[in-house]
């Protein structure tokens, strides 16, 4: 016989299931199954299955519920003993002992160093959770104790699966649920230590700032109480880049990286790279939209979209390119032609003479083909320079961005804004619903960062920066 308590409670038998009575036999059921294997006194089940009004004869009405209960379970399962009831219940037909034991695997499997192994076997821990445990006792407040005990229990091995995931270098692929689990556990710190973790890691550090301040408001709010030691001191290290907080080294089989690693120094950012990484994620979750990056040559447009793809890549998702030419002569649709060129064969002709029946027959064709191309992963689409495109490319652009809302794409596009740029760039631009991003100069501070990364700490940042108004092209030019 089968006993399942972690979601609504479940017997099974060799026929299948059993149909159990009504509440107060399935209230029962529960609080013997919670106590599985031991004496459960008549005397506290009285008390926990009349909670208010007990009946004048109690003992002969919990006697009754006994003998229904053991008539569908069987005799040698519910037994009588001196005082009390005890089910019989094997640890292995339980679902309860079995996660508490996988879960325990996985922890130990942690504490050993083996984060592949501890993640396995949390996992297959928490699928045996169907739901929270219990709705039948659920407005029971003598059993709400026992409820939050097992609530606890899976929280935490939750917990260490994330741990598990951290050290695997998954942090891309936690992020968005522990953002879930913060919001609905606030004060609990080892949550929120590891959302901070996250975010950091995926380039989020001012959320993860965010996360903290949060958390400290939340526990000073409610419990008048200042965050842990553990808590604090990860902020500190947040806030001075410690190379601690780094994806260890060896832990893990490298994660996949499809692509290169964005080359060299890149400082600042924080918004704007955490913007980008939400709008993957976004997309990722079958909501994409367009970004529109802006800023004056040199400002640092394509290193900032550079950065963010190769951030996209570790964490899975696919990227496409598409470089408008500076030089005249490039054919029409260049930009769609050199992104799309990886997807295969399949796509629709974008043909520069149709007419505008069949041109928008081949445009749906695209947004189409994108839309399958990002089903198994998240895609990354970027176009850089648009302000050299070509008027057709635009338009494409433009009706892909239309179609965005449903695909797991997301779409950026970089320029010069200037009074001479084409028409329908000038459109998209003023089109509410896409984002905006004007990339402003670096501050001084990014600047110090830049020449200590650069090896050239001993020039006067304050004197670079006004030098070059924190043109990253031209400190890059002023140091080298
Ligand atoms: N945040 C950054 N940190 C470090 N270096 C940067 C940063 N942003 C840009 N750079 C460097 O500054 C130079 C100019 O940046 P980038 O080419 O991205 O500018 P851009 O805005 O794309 O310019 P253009 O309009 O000419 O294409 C590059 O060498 C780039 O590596
Ligand atoms: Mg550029």
Request: one cysteine or more.
């Amino acid at each position: 016989m089968k006993f399942r308590i972690l979601g609504p409670l479940e017997v099974e038998g060799s026929a299948g299931e059993i149909q159990l009575g009504g509440g107060k036999q399935r209230a029962l059921l529960a609080l013997l199954l919670l106590h599985a294997n031991e004496v459960v006194p008549a005397s506290r089940l009285i008390e926990l299955l009349w909670t208010e009004t007990a009946p004048a004869d109690a003992a002969k009405a919990l006697q009754v519920q006994v003998s229904r209960l053991r008539r569908a379970l069987g005799a040698d399962v519910l037994r009588t003993r001196p005082g009390g009831y005890l089910l019989a219940v094997d640890p292995e037909s339980f679902d309860l002992p079995r996660f508490e034991k996988r879960a325990a695997t996985g922890r130990d499997l942690l504490a050993k160093g083996d984060a592949a192994g501890a993640r396995r076997a949390l996992s297959e821990a928490l699928a045996l959770w169907r739901g929270a445990p219990l709705p039948e006792l659920a407005t029971d407040p003598f059993a709400r104790p026992e409820l939050a005990r097992l609530e606890e229990l899976r929280l935490a091995a939750i917990e260490d699966r994330i741990q598990a995931d951290l050290i695997l270098g998954g942090h891309a692929q936690v992020v968005g649920e522990l953002e879930a689990l913060a919001a609905r556990h606030p004060l609990r710190e080892r949550l929120r230590a590891q959302q901070m973790l996250a975010l950091y890691r995926g380039g989020r550090q001012a959320e993860a700032l965010a996360a903290y301040r949060e958390a400290r408001r939340a526990l000073v709010d409610e419990l008048g109480i200042e965050p842990g030691k553990a808590l604090q001191e990860l902020e500190q290290a947040i806030l001075r880049q410690d190379a601690a907080l780094d994806v260890p080294a060896g832990a893990a089989p490298a994660p996949p990286r499809p692509g290169r690693r964005a080359a060299g120094t890149f400082v600042g950012r924080d918004r704007e790279v955490g913007e980008l990484a939400a709008a993957l994620e976004d997309a990722a979750a079958g909501r994409g939209r367009l970004f529109l990056v802006s800023g004056e040559g040199g400002i640092g447009k394509t290193r900032l979209v550079d950065e963010v793809a190769s951030r996209a890549k570790d964490a899975g998702a696919g990227v496409l390119w598409g470089r408008c030419s500076k030089r005249g002569g490039a054919p029409p649709y260049w930009p769609w032609t050199q992104a799309l060129q990886s997807l295969g064969e399949e796509l629709p002709e974008l043909d520069p003479a149709a007419g505008e029946t069949e041109r928008f027959r081949s445009f749906a064709g695209v947004a189409a083909a994108l839309k399958e191309a990002a089903a198994p992963r998240p895609l990354l689409l970027v176009f850089d320079d648009v302000h050299h495109s070509d008027e057709l490319s635009l338009l494409l652009l433009e009706f892909v961005a239309g179609e965005l809302a449903e695909m797991r794409v997301a779409l950026v596009a970089t320029y010069v804004e200037s009074p001479g740029m084409p028409a329908a760039l000038a459109a998209l631009a003023d089109h509410s619903a896409h984002h905006r991003l004007r990339l402003q100069p670096l501050g001084v501070e990014d600047v110090a960062r830049f020449l200590e990364l650069t090896g050239t700490a001993h020039a006067d940042a304050a004197a670079v920066h006004a030098e070059t108004g924190g043109n990253p092209r031209l400190v890059w030019q002023r140091v080298r």
